[in-house]
Nanobody, 114 residues
Framework: QAQLVESGGGLVQPGGSLRLSCVAS????????ITWFRQAPGKERELVAH???????TYAPFVEGRFTISRDNPKKTVYLQMNSLKPEDTAVYYC????????WGQGTQVTVSS
């Protein structure tokens, strides 16, 4: 069965950086685009960034220029490099693949606070 496992979250001060990882298993990873979403307390889940099978990225306007999405197919991993973090970036970050009617990871908490 398809599985996505996120890691790399934590507590960081405003202006700091984190790199999230999403490791895939159970499906042919290079054939699928991968999306990062986030959900803050009391808010709806929102799209953060997406990377296609040909490594073309798209970003939500609120992370454009600060976050970078990338993928390593041999490692079956998608990364989200997050720089210049703001308190409003605090959320649980999830990765998602449109495989088997949609597969979500369990999420990783990112907290930006001084």
């Amino acid at each position: 069965q398809a599985q996505l496992v996120e890691s790399g979250g934590g507590l960081v001060q405003p202006g700091g950086s984190l790199r999230l990882s999403c490791v895939a298993s159970g499906f042919t990873f290079p054939l699928y685009g991968i999306t990062w979403f986030r959900q803050a307390p009391g808010k709806e889940r929102e799209l953060v960034a997406h990377i296609t099978t040909t490594r073309d990225p798209t970003y939500a306007p609120f992370v454009e220029g600060r976050f970078t999405i990338s993928r390593d197919n041999p490692k079956k991993t998608v990364y989200l490099q997050m720089n210049s973090l703001k308190p409003e970036d605090t959320a649980v970050y999830y990765c998602y693949a449109e495989v088997y009617r949609g597969t979500w990871g369990q999420g990783t908490q990112v907290t930006v606070s001084s």
